[in-house]
């Protein structure tokens, strides 16, 4: 049997999800003899070279560039996977939803306290940039999810279980300590 | 004397003592009905749903619906389960509830029933309202985010005298909970602590006591909320 692709990415995320992945120790020897990473910061592929069978999404979409990746890897996997609280439900980025984006950068940018040397009063708005989204999206409410795999970060044992569980076509092992929120 | 009464819950035959609500009759015979805003030794007030049985082919709330001879309870069918799950979603959607940067997370049992219906995506979209956080009274911390509006702390917390500390504000989508500026600016060390300890999630939170408990030892991190009485 070939191995089955698996890529990975960060959208508004803060990597906790993929260093939850690397916390299943020395399973990860198990884990490469399993599948083959394409497009992941774990192996720094940058670009999809093929289809793959399974993509892992940490992070919800706050910006162009996130719809931009989710896109992608909607077209290039043949199953996504929103990988904790971020992706599923925004996570902390999404707590400024709900604010106004105008309120947002001006906090950031101009009033915050922290703010120091901006005289000019420059909020960012290069064309390089990605456009900040006006809130924080779920991945599910941008593409189609077909798993969802809860946590901040889920449990390095909740992504192991479902992994196999993708890869064998077994039963996927939900015992009730690795289903969590936090 | 009481008397006591034969009725089925799930074709499993029960005894409780008559005229006593379905859900503390459940838990005599080891039966777990999830209850939400519930809370025992007051009155019921059957708000969310999450209680929801058939009796004799009917929904009730298990936590308002007296228990009487030869009832007929459905409580852990899937159609039920499904409801139930449904309305914890519903919570889940139509707040702020961030789990990761909560409190009560491990202790709140709002995130228990999730867990326990695996909840691991609301079926509805998230509302994202914008709400506020009231820390002006100087012993409760206030967060609207995450606020059921259960009526737990209206109903269960009055001061000696019998009078409300807290109360509700507005209507429909626009309704909060308030706590009386001057009742709640006197309130005892005991009362407050009561408060946050009946708030189910954490929109009720005392002061300078957070993150007492490490993960993996909070109330709901290892045993799922109901085992108490399934281990009757």
Known sequence: ?182 | MSTLVNFKIDGVDCLAEAGIYLVEAAAENGIYIPTLCNIQGVKPRGACRICTVMVNGRPMTACTTPVTMGMEIQNDTPEINDIRKAIIEVLFVEGNHFCPSCEKSGCCELQALAYRFRVMVPRFPFLFPRREVDASNPKIIKDHNRCILCKRCIRAIKTEDGKNIFAYKKRGIELEIIIDPELGGKITDELAQKSVDICPVGALLPREKAYQVPIGRRKYDIEPIGIEDEKK
């Open chain 1, 1 to 182: 049997m070939s191995k089955k692709i698996v890529a990975t990415t960060s959208l508004a995320g803060c990597f906790g999800c993929h260093m939850s992945l690397l916390d299943i120790d020395e399973k990860i020897l198990d884990l490469i003899e399993l599948v083959e990473f394409n497009k992941s910061p774990i192996d720094d592929i940058k670009v999809f070279t093929k289809q793959c069978d399974i993509g892992l999404i940490e992070g919800g979409c706050c910006n162009s560039e996130n719809i931009h990746v989710l896109k992608d890897f909607r077209k290039h996997c043949n199953i996504l996977v929103s990988v904790g609280e971020c992706a599923i439900m925004g996570g902390l980025p999404a707590l400024r939803n709900g604010i106004p984006i105008k309120e947002c950068l001006d906090e950031a940018y101009l009033n915050g306290p922290s703010v120091r040397h901006n005289h000019k009063g420059i909020i960012p708005n290069d064309d390089e940039l990605p456009m900040l989204l006006d809130r924080v999206y779920p991945c599910h409410e941008i593409v189609k999810i077909d798993y969802y795999l809860p946590g901040c970060p889920p449990r390095a044992e909740l992504i192991w279980n479902a992994l196999v569980a993708l890869v064998t076509g077994d039963e996927l092992k939900l015992p009730y300590e690795v289903v969590k929120f936090d």
